[in-house]
């Protein structure tokens, strides 16, 4: 394998003069505000090295890579008794589709479409205030970066608040089937603080190392998550990660992957990267269409895929 630094560049560089760059979200006023020449990468691998390229050191609106972060949270606080409320398979609906919450009573798919993410939600916040459950989240994302510079939003999130009509409706409709425990209004409160934190590749990269190394802070030792939690939210993020649009991201790229409708994914590839790409641009399924492509590149030149015999 070439050097990494240039495979890296060589990415970026490439990525600089993509001419489909996919559409920039529009259904609030800070996202469409967004560049779409915009473009960052960053890799950090399992024996420590971390490569940076393009906008890699510049935030982004994580959005929906944030439910990867709530989840781990929310699995720490009540365990395996989270499964009694969200599902394990792929929707194969949009991120915030309503259809199947009535024939499957309230219970959403998976923990990353909205519904799930938003149960998920219900139970971080369990007997807290708002307020401390989003700081809660905020500590701990920027314990696994190791870096308190991460900041939330407010405007994103006010943003989301005022446009937020489906996720209320999906909220309201989980707690009519008894699935949500909370107020929609105080879960929507947080959700929309977790999905406004403002972080670049290299910080979101960094906080996915626990992913990569079996449950395991690198920069402390301790573990974050067992190995077993940590292999099952990589299998959640292969299969359901990108929505309807998991199986065409594992065909592609072939790892775990969540994506954010700022444009943001978080790729890990246990055992050897955490990767984090950006380009608000998206695809017809919400997911970054650059940072796709850069990550089948990646693959391409690196053979890091978790189906590649090369890696293991
Ligand atoms: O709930 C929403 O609509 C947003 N805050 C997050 C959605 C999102 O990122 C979906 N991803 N592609």
Not at 268 to 289: C, D, F, K, Y
Request: charged share 20%; glycine share 12%; hydrophobic share 45%.
């Amino acid at each position: 394998m070439a050097d990494l630094a240039a495979i890296i560049d060589d990415i970026a560089a490439e990525m600089a003069d993509a001419p489909d760059r996919g559409t920039v979200a529009s259904y609030i006023p800070p996202l469409a505000a967004v560049d779409p020449r915009r473009f960052g990468i960053a890799v950090v691998t399992a024996d420590g090295r971390e490569c940076i390229a393009g906008d890699g050191d510049m935030a982004f609106s994580i959005q929906s890579v944030s439910k990867v972060f709530a989840l781990t949270l929310a699995l720490g606080a009540v365990g395996d008794q989270l499964w009694r409320r969200v599902g394990v398979e792929p929707s194969g609906s949009a991120f915030n589709s309503v259809v199947q919450l009535e024939s499957e009573h309230g219970i959403p798919r998976n923990p990353f479409i909205n519904a799930g993410a938003i149960v998920v939600t219900d139970i971080l916040l369990g007997h807290h205030e708002p307020r401390e459950a989003i700081g809660e989240m905020l500590r701990f994302v920027r314990m696994l970066a190791g870096d308190d510079a991460i900041y939330i939003d407010e405007a994103v999130a006010r943003a989301e608040q005022d446009t937020g009509f489906r996720n209320m409706a999906l909220a309201n409709y989980m707690r009519s089937f008894g699935n949500l425990d909370q107020a929609a209004e105080r879960v929507l409160g947080v959700y929309f603080h977790h999905c406004a934190l403002a972080m670049s590749c290299r910080q979101l990269a960094r906080a996915g190392r626990f992913l990569m190394a079996g449950g395991r802070n690198p920069d402390t030792g301790h573990n974050i998550v067992s190995a077993r939690r940590a292999r099952r939210i990589n299998a959640l993020m292969l299969t359901c990660g990108h929505y309807d649009g998991s199986g065409e991201f594992a065909f592609r790229v072939g790892m775990a992957g969540k994506s954010g409708v700022g444009g943001g994914i978080l790729a890990v590839v246990p055992g050897i990267a955490s990767i984090a790409v950006w380009s608000p641009g998206l695809n017809e399924r919400g997911n970054s269409q650059l940072g796709t492509l850069a990550l089948e590149r990646l693959v391409q030149r690196t053979g890091w895929s978790i189906f590649d015999p090369r890696v293991f």
